[in-house]
């Protein structure tokens, strides 16, 4: 089992930054590939930013150039990194750890919400 805690949301004006960070409850990255993900209202889920194990990322096309994913394994901590917020970046953020291997073992953190409003 594995807890995720999220912090670092918050209201922002149009072209703000906010930090999100999310800390897992044990050390996993050598084994889970940890994401970040967001859920406006009336909409699906959509992955923003994932890392692998290995290091390698991905984002998503709307936040390609603005948002960066990283993470601090001597803190134990995944960061996403949100720049030039847009009002369509409104939503609730969640962390997410998968298992590279083992389907069963996808865990998701508690969200945080991010309102990008003047």
């Known amino acids: 089992q594995v807890q995720l805690a999220e912090s670092g949301g918050g209201l922002v004006q149009p072209g703000g930054s906010l930090r999100l960070s999310c800390a897992p409850s044990?050390?996993?990255?050598?084994?889970?590939?940890m994401g970040w993900y967001r859920q406006a209202p009336g909409q699906q889920r959509e992955m923003v930013a994932r890392i692998a194990t290995g290091g390698g990322t991905n984002y998503a096309e709307s936040v390609k150039g603005r948002f960066t994913i990283s993470r601090d394994n001597a803190k134990n901590t995944v960061y996403l990194q949100m720049n030039n917020l847009k009002p369509e970046d409104t939503a609730v953020y969640y962390c997410?750890?998968?298992?590279?291997?083992?389907?069963?073992?996808?865990?998701w953190g508690q969200g945080t919400q991010v309102t990008v409003s003047s």
């Open positions: 997410n750890a998968r298992h590279f291997l083992l389907q069963g073992q996808n865990y």
């Open positions: 044990r050390s996993i990255f050598s084994i889970y590939h």
